[in-house]
């Protein structure tokens, strides 16, 4: 869409916002409000201001700590409790790799106090395990495309702020304990965690200490056998992870603040089991045995440090300067490959080939931003930022150290404008904002891998040179520096008659590139020049959504429709040996959400509901007309979905009774074939339709002065299942024909001090 076609859209709201300021007068500042009647203040940060959510055209939502420590000790992480209680987030893989996990159909940015944790040149789909979420205290979710984080937030953010500054003065802290065992309490199923936090406040200054252990053991399904492993991408099972967290402040004045906080964590694979192949046909699931991978064990490690000044009352508004370093090195599990992956007969003419990859990447940068009523005229607060961001990124074969993706830089620069404007003592709210976004790549010329092509031979042919494998080297790419920029607007209409009850329209563009390292390491053909080569240029998606609230008296409740596009989106096409290519091709996804809690007459008790539904579409054609025709597969849209919960909290007695429908879903479209050249599985339809299943969980907590004792039970009917991804992910491949886990119990204490 172009700058002005994008103009257009926006000025109904800009011009709106532009003849009401000469009607507004003596207005109060906006400042952080109450949510519903009478709750705390609300500041979701990931939304850059200070206003509230009701003041915002957005659907979000806020995983309070009480509501993820809950999840956590039911699911084991931050991931599978957004995606828990989230119905348009799919369901998790159970795996380290979160690829093709998505957030309304696309992949959601990941933050850590507003500090990107993807790797924008080379998706290693790792970001959903940066931290252990034993120091986060919320999570805050944005949903739909926008632009607020910066690059990569198409499906919307998942911002986890970590534990705050002490507020009292001296020595506090919390400490966590927790083992963790399968329906049958097998020796190779118990797990383990350890965790603690101190915290010390002295007048200005105080500083928090942190550090968790956790030790994972294999996974059983439904029915006792132990969950296959992916080893090449990447376990959380059979697994230990070590998550260090450090925070000092220090008080400027009576409104400044000055904060470092840096982290590091590690997740490695024990690597004492290998995979045993199931059988799609017969319903028997990849399984495991006592072995010894080969190689290094697949791990993930990422160290960010972030300092951050901020001034609540600077020139009489907000101000916020965050400089951060994060880097990331993550390991992929290795393999004797099949062709083509990493097989090379100048190395080794037999195709027993021994190879596994790595990604490192490194980011800097920075975030400011400024808000403030506009002197005169308070209804208006206006906010103006500024977002850097360089990352260099490269994949190796680390056994033989080939380039798998050459070393690739980029670099983003990124000014911004917001504005919400208050009329009508609140009941009528315009916003909107612009960013500028502009972004470029330096790639060196490099050297794809050797490749292999697969001729079919006719019955009773023997291979050789006219039919079967054919192996040459990789091809020459020239490097190049692209440059792209853009324009993205955002703007919204929020009416709230009385308070507690709004409805909103809104608009919104989201900006990221696609999986440049996917792309470029895939080139299969000489005298590609990325300067002008379209398949990396940035993905644009518009995000429009309309939706009405209610927080008031015992209901709390939402209904949003939503619909999005993307000329050019990013679509993982599945290809021999497990290898996953990026095709760039026209999306257009749209979905209902619906959700209500309502408090019910007994004291503490609390029901709630999820609904959602999407559908997505892209243009299949090999040659792209922009008419989609083909419905999105399991990798890249979640399933529809109900969620129920029964909350009760009375006294020192808690629990939650949660049930998950996934419901059934057919793909339909243009039949595609895994690899028309593919030896190990000549033209089988990519047969993914998914039958469905469901889950229900139990927690129960009990608060004693010595700490709080709980238990969770998670898939509580133990429920055998085969999960989402693997139903519909790499249907041929008996490998990757992953069971969920079965029911498994979790007893924790925590203690505060």
């Not at 977002?387 to 620069?413: C, H, N, Y």
């Amino acid at each position: 869409m172009s700058v002005r076609a994008r103009l257009s859209l926006l000025s109904l709201p800009l011009l709106a916002l532009t003849v009401a300021m000469p009607q507004v007068a003596h207005a109060q500042q906006a400042e952080p409000q109450k949510d519903g009647e009478g709750d705390e203040a609300i500041v979701v940060t990931a939304a850059r201001t200070v206003l509230p959510p009701n003041a915002l055209p957005l659907t979000i939502d806020v995983i309070d700590k009480q509501r993820l420590d809950q999840q956590i000790a039911i699911s084991g992480s931050v991931t599978d409790a957004v995606a828990n209680l989230t119905p348009s987030f799919s369901p998790t893989r159970q795996k380290l790799s979160g690829a093709g996990e998505s957030l309304r159909g696309r992949s959601p940015l990941y933050a850590i106090n507003g500090i990107p944790q993807s790797t924008p040149m080379r998706d290693g789909s790792r970001d959903g395990f940066t931290i252990d979420g034993f120091f986060i205290d919320r999570v805050e979710l944005i949903y739909g495309s926008n632009a607020l984080q910066g690059i990569g937030g198409t499906g919307g953010i998942v911002n986890q702020v970590t534990v705050g500054a002490p507020k009292t003065e001296g020595i506090s802290g919390r400490v966590l304990l927790q083992g963790t065992a399968d329906n049958d309490f097998s020796k190779d199923g118990l797990g383990g965690k350890a965790a603690g936090l101190v915290q010390w406040k002295s007048g200005r200054f105080d500083a928090t200490f942190g550090a968790a252990f956790e030790k994972r053991g294999v996974f059983h399904d439904g029915d006792g056998r132990r969950v296959g492993l992916n080893l090449t991408q990447g376990e959380t099972q059979d697994s230990r992870t070590v998550s260090l967290f450090s925070r000092l402040g220090y008080q400027v004045g009576e409104t400044g603040r000055i904060d470092l906080i840096a982290s590091r964590f590690e997740l490695k694979g024990d690597g004492d089991y290998i995979a045993v192949p199931g059988n799609r046909d017969t319903g028997l699931p990849t399984s495991a045995v006592r072995g010894d991978a080969p190689g290094k064990s697949a791990a993930s490690r990422t160290e960010s440090v972030a300092l951050t000044y901020s001034d609540t009352a600077l020139g009489g508004g907000n101000f916020i300067a965050q400089f951060f370093f994060n880097r990331t090195h993550d390991t992929f599990g290795g393999e004797i490959a099949p062709i083509p992956t990493f097989q090379d007969p100048a190395i080794d003419p037999t195709s027993k080939l021994f190879d596994q990859s790595e990604n490192r990447s490194r980011k800097l940068g920075a975030k400011l931003s400024y808000e403030r009523a506009v002197p005169g005229f308070e209804a208006l607060t206006a906010t103006l930022g500024f977002d850097a961001l360089v990352d260099k990124t490269e994949q190796r074969l680390i056994a033989t150290g080939r380039a798998w993706v050459p070393p690739s830089d980029f670099r983003s620069l990124a000014p911004f404008a917001q504005a919400n404007l208050k009329l009508f003592g609140g009941k009528l709210r315009l916003a909107g904002g612009a960013r500028y976004e502009n972004v470029a790549i330096k790639i060196d010329d490099y050297r794809t891998l050797a490749s292999t092509t697969y001729v079919a031979c006719a019955a009773g042919q023997t291979p050789g040179p006219t039919c079967g494998p054919s192996t040459y080297g990789g091809v020459a790419v020239a490097g190049g520096k692209p440059k792209f920029e853009d324009l993205l607007f955002n703007g919204g209409v929020i009416v709230e008659p009385v308070a507690g009850i709004r409805a909103y329209a809104s608009y919104a563009e989201g900006f990221t590139v696609p999986d440049i390292g996917r792309i470029t390491r895939a080139i299969k053909v000489t005298g590609v020049d990325l300067d002008n080569y379209l398949d990396i240029s940035p993905i644009v998606s518009n995000n429009r959504e309309i939706g009405v609230e209610v927080k008031r008296g015992p209901l709390d409740g939402s209904v949003t429709y939503f619909w999005s596009s993307s000329d050019k989106g990013q679509l993982l096409i599945a290809r021999a040996a497990g290898i996953f290519d990026v095709q760039r091709q026209r999306v257009e996804i749209q979905g209902l959400e619906v959700n209500l809690g309502v408090k019910l007459p007994v004291p503490g008790l609390k029901a709630t509901v999820g609904y959602a539904t999407l559908h997505g579409r892209y243009d299949a054609d090999t040659v792209p007309d922009g008419k989609v025709d083909t419905d999105l597969d399991g990798t890249n849209i979640s399933p529809d979905r109900v969620n129920l919960a029964v909350d009760y909290a009375r006294g020192p007695f808690s629990a939650r009774v949660q049930t998950q429908f996934y419901l059934s879903r057919r793909f339909d479209g243009k039949a595609r074939t895994i690899d028309d050249a593919n030896p190990l599985h000549p033209q089988k339809l990519y047969k993914n339709d998914f039958g469905g299943y469901v889950l229900t969980d139990a927690y129960v907590r009990y608060q004693t002065e010595l700490g709080g004792l709980s238990l969770s039970v998670a898939n509580v009917f133990n429920k055998m299942y085969i999960d989402y991804s693997s139903d519909t992910r790499l249907p041929n491949d008996p490998t990757t024909f992953y069971a969920g886990r079965g029911r498994t119990f979790t007893l924790s204490w925590d203690y505060r001090f």
